[in-house]
């Protein structure tokens, strides 16, 4: 219903024609100010966290941003950032809650973000939402440039043994909870270090030592640089292995994680990466300053062997192409159009046009050429 509500004429003017709606004069943003205020209010009475269904909250929430025509997603969107952001903690528990989970649970916390760049899901007005658009941008950029804390699965195999990388503080099964300590220096993905003593909070509830704990570190980190390493995880396809060490670095000081290793609920499904390539592409795009400063900052740091954004990003569209000529199942037309939005956005710096630009002139599945259709049409249709 909330759907139905939030893509009808009322708040979706652009739909006015293609409806054939007897609505004449829309006020879509008043409207969905009004709608913002019933959704932010609760949360000054509840703690989020408890939520029964938190999950449909955060949808409820993302069809309230960051759905309808882009003039009025990035109306709604700013007010946000400059006022309800600002004014009181609560108003921001929702990102609280998703981060606190993150990158355990992968998609709610960058389906949120998206949702709140201000681009909405048309665009029938041309461009007089620039400035609104851009600054809820930055907002989106600079927030996921600096998480507080990182979440992470532990299983029993890691925390006990001679060669447990955790301690326990106290005991796991005091109802207070407990505190964990990592024994050994530790390198999550994206390429942030854990110095070796750190304290961690027990998020989940223990009701067999043997089960897999839950808990949070107070840790600065990209998360830019963490959505790196999954789309780069996406292409390597790697396997399902869970376990925190591999078997030749169960000795070592330094142990290095990967995104299974840290329990990542989803790594290498087609909806985690569109979600991924999405966030980076409503930041980035008509935005050449963010744009520069999102890729160096993911190059910083980064070794010469693992590939940049720009490659990871073309040779994602080149499987998705190369999978689109099968007649028996359907193309990922989605992945396709959201990994050529990203190299389209990428464009607009010069240093990375040179590498896009070709891509695209020899791609004749995209584009088509004298022997070959394109497929650009099917995906608009």
């Known amino acids: 219903m ?18 054939n709606s007897p609505v004449t004069n829309p006020n879509a943003i008043d409207l969905r100010f009004t709608f913002k205020a019933l959704v932010i209010g609760p949360t000054h009475l509840i703690n989020l966290e408890f939520l029964p269904d938190f999950e449909g909250f955060v949808d409820l ?50 389906r949120l973000l998206h949702s709140m760049c201000g681009t909405g899901n048309t665009r029938e007005f041309g461009d007089k939402n620039d400035d609104d658009r851009t ?16 979440t ?21 099964l005091y109802s207070g909870g407990a505190m964990y300590r990592n024994t050994h220096t530790i390198s999550f993905p994206g390429g942030s270090v854990l110095p070796r003593g750190s304290s961690s909070r027990l998020l989940s509830s223990i009701t067999d030592p043997n089960d897999p704990i839950i808990v949070e570190w107070e840790h600065q980190y ?79 740091g980064d070794t010469a062997s693992e590939p940049d954004l720009v490659e990871v990003t073309i040779r994602i569209l080149e499987d998705a192409l190369q999978r689109s000529t099968n007649p028996r199942i359907s193309p990922p037309s989605k992945l396709i159009i ?13 240093v990375y046009a040179y590498r896009v630009w070709p891509f695209f002139r020899s791609n004749h599945t995209l584009f088509g050429n004298d022997n070959h259709a394109p497929i650009t049409p099917s995906l608009l249709a």
């Open 135 to 150: 600054l809820c941008a930055t907002y989106v950029y600079h927030y996921f440039l600096n998480l507080p804390t990182f």
């Open 61 to 110: 929430w993302i069809a309230l941003f960051g759905t309808g025509d882009e003039f009025v997603a990035a109306r709604i969107s700013r007010h946000y950032w400059d006022y309800d952001w600002k004014i009181v903690s609560s108003r921001r528990a929702i990102f609280d809650v998703t981060r606190s989970r993150f990158p355990v649970q992968f998609k709610p916390l960058v």
């Open 222 to 300: 990209s998360g830019w640089k963490l959505l790196l390493a999954v789309l780069r995880n996406y292409i390597k396809r790697a396997g399902t292995d869970r376990s925190s060490l591999s078997s030749d670095a169960e000795h070592r000081r330094d142990i290095s994680l990967t995104l299974c290793a840290v329990g990542m609920e989803d790594t290498v499904s087609d909806e985690t990466i569109i979600d991924a390539l999405e966030l980076i592409r409503c930041v980035i795009d008509k935005n050449s300053d963010l744009a520069a400063e999102l890729m160096q900052g993911l190059e910083s």
């Open 338 to 350: 959201s990994a050529t939005g990203v190299l389209t956005a990428l464009i607009s710096l010069p």
């Open 2 to 19: 909330r759907q139905t509500l939030l893509t009808s004429p009322l708040f979706v003017p652009s739909t006015l024609l293609t409806l």
């Open 152 to 172: 992470q699965v532990i299983p029993i195999t890691a925390r006990s043994g001679p060669n447990a990388v955790y301690e326990a503080l106290i005991n796991e």
